[in-house]
């Protein structure tokens, strides 16, 4: 059965700090990783990661995927309290058209 | 705002009763996708309509079904409620089968 799992489960910093949001999988015939923010209800698309060492960046958000050791991150400089969410990890696989998703990171930026 | 609309926003239901949430995709996307979201879980795939077909199905019994109409709108339906059906029903539109999914507000259940 396909698997997510994302590190650490939730976590607390300062206004300011660099987080590491950590995802790994182990999925039969890999297409995508996908990572969203889940503020309240509905999550949004922050990045699809396809090949290797490709980092993706939007602003102070980035995120690269490694698929020879199966996992990605997802690092965010300068976090604000407005980046307080569920951050969301999923893979998409083979010629299934369902995204697995990890039980999410929750992250708290405190002021 | 992702243009994908869902209702109800609430409702409340007894155990053996049915349901019906309504999702209309974002315009021009001809694909829905149905998720499960229990407290503290990640979402689960329920299944896919693309092209009104459906096109893929998760761990999810029967009871649970779905349609997808011509102008992409999507229903969906689950018979004889169990009080663990009580969770956040996202709804999700893409371009295609595999694309980037753009989720709606959700529909949450709770069923006593």
């Known amino acids: 059965e396909d698997k997510v799992v994302q590190s650490p489960l939730s976590l607390v910093v300062h206004e300011g700090d660099t987080v590491t949001l950590n995802c790994s999988y182990e999925v039969t015939n890999f297409r995508s990783l996908l990572w969203y923010k889940q503020e309240k209800k509905a999550p949004t698309f922050l990045f699809m990661l396809?090949?290797?060492?490709i980092e993706k960046k939007s602003g102070r958000l980035s995120s690269i995927l490694d698929k020879k050791e199966l996992f990605s991150i997802l690092n965010i400089t300068a976090t604000q309290t407005g980046d307080s969410a569920v951050y969301l990890c999923a893979v998409y696989t083979g010629t299934a058209s369902k995204l697995t998703f990890g039980t999410g990171t929750r992250l708290q930026v405190t002021l | 705002e992702t243009g994908v609309t869902q209702s109800p926003t609430h409702l409340i239901k007894t155990r053996g009763q049915q349901v019906t949430l309504r999702c209309s995709s974002q315009s021009g996307h001809n694909t829905v996708s149905w998720y499960q979201q229990a407290l503290g879980q990640g979402p689960q795939f329920i299944f896919q309509?693309?092209?009104?077909?459906?096109?893929g199905r998760g761990n999810f019994p029967p009871r649970f079904s779905g349609l997808q109409f011509p102008n992409y709108s999507s229903e969906l339906n689950v018979n004889a409620l169990e009080l663990d059906d009580s969770a956040l029903y996202l709804c999700?539109?893409?371009?295609?089968?595999?694309?980037?999914?753009?989720f709606g507000e959700g529909s949450r259940l709770t069923v006593l």
């Open positions: 309509y693309y092209r009104e077909e459906e096109n």
């Open positions: 999700a539109s893409s371009l295609e089968p595999t694309g980037e999914l753009f």
């Open positions: 396809t090949s290797s060492g």
